[in-house]
């Protein structure tokens, strides 16, 4: 589905594909969590945890089951050897704004995005609490990309994949109701310099469509790059 967390992975593929990899040719399958798809025994022999996004890389002998977006990331960036730099002390870099990006989503979604959004009774406590936190998250990355371009240095990597998607989903205000007026998120303009400028890119512009209702202007599933004909 096409969630933040699933976007990261749809732009991956799509970038692997931008560059010329033909192997990274991928068909997207859309798993409706608010009907419980994840729950289904297919997908979680895929993944155990019944969370979206879930690979199984059918292109080597035996099947290779990925899940966790993290983890999708880094396994196809090892693969084909792109988006992960080969410097180790920018690779670490890398690696860490990745596990920043892990650990701070459950705050962002089901922390803050739950609370102000989706729950049947609001609480001032636990919408404050989150508020504060999605808020301090946004002025880490803005203090990080006032010193540089890309969150691991000077080159787009994995890591920016991961944390674009949520970021922007919030910036651009499509997320949460009015949750970007409510944070005040037009305060942090190097994250706004930032999600402008990878979200010109034209594979990310194709990989925040797949898994998307048609109603949205999405992809609901994607099969072949000529699925995007007539949406971009």
């Given at each position: 589905?096409?969630?933040?967390?699933?976007q990261k992975?749809?732009?991956?593929l799509?970038?692997?594909?931008?560059m010329g990899?033909?192997?990274?040719?991928?068909?997207?399958?859309?798993i409706?969590?608010?009907?419980?798809?994840?729950?289904?025994s297919?997908?979680?022999?895929?993944?155990?945890?019944?969370?979206?996004?879930?690979?199984?890389?059918?292109?080597?002998?035996?099947?290779?089951?990925?899940?966790?977006?993290?983890?999708?990331?880094?396994?196809?960036?090892e693969?084909?050897?792109?988006?992960?730099?080969?410097?180790?002390?920018?690779?670490?870099?890398?690696?860490?704004?990745?596990m920043w990006?892990m650990?701070s989503?459950p705050?962002i979604?089901?922390?803050f995005?739950?609370f102000?959004?989706?729950?049947?009774?609001?609480?001032?406590?636990?919408?404050?609490?989150?508020a504060?936190?999605?808020?301090r998250?946004?002025?880490v990355?803005?203090?990080?990309?006032?010193?540089s371009?890309?969150l691991?240095?000077?080159?787009?990597?994995?890591?920016?994949?991961?944390?674009f998607?949520?970021?922007?989903?919030?910036y651009?205000g499509?997320?949460?109701n009015?949750a970007?007026?409510?944070?005040?998120?037009?305060?942090?303009?190097?994250?706004?310099?930032?999600?402008?400028?990878?979200g010109?890119?034209?594979?990310?512009?194709?990989?925040?469509?797949?898994?998307?209702?048609v109603?949205?202007?999405?992809l609901?599933?994607?099969?072949?790059?000529?699925?995007f004909?007539?949406?971009?």
């Open positions: 589905m096409g969630t933040p967390n699933g992975v749809t732009i991956m799509e970038e692997l594909l931008e990899i033909g192997e990274a040719e991928y068909d997207a399958w859309y409706s969590i608010g009907d419980g798809d994840q729950f289904s297919g997908f979680v022999s895929i993944n155990p945890n019944s969370k979206i996004p879930a690979l199984l890389d059918r292109s080597g002998d035996k099947p290779v089951r990925v899940f966790e977006s993290g983890a999708i990331l880094l396994y196809l960036a693969k084909f050897g792109a988006f992960l730099p080969d410097n180790i002390t920018t690779r670490a870099e890398c690696y860490s704004w990745l990006q650990g989503a705050f979604g089901g922390g995005g739950h102000y959004a989706y729950a049947p009774k609001k609480f001032e406590y636990p919408i404050n609490r989150y504060m936190e999605t808020k998250l946004f002025d990355a803005d203090k990080r990309l006032a010193e371009r890309f691991a240095g000077d080159d787009y990597t994995i890591a920016d994949m991961a944390a998607p949520w970021l922007r989903v919030l651009a499509e997320a949460y009015d970007a007026t409510f944070l005040s998120l037009h305060e942090y303009t190097h994250v706004g310099r930032w999600v402008d400028e990878i010109a890119r034209p594979a990310v512009r194709r990989g925040l469509l797949v898994n998307r209702s109603e949205n202007g999405g609901p599933e994607r099969h072949a790059g000529s699925d004909d007539g949406l971009i």
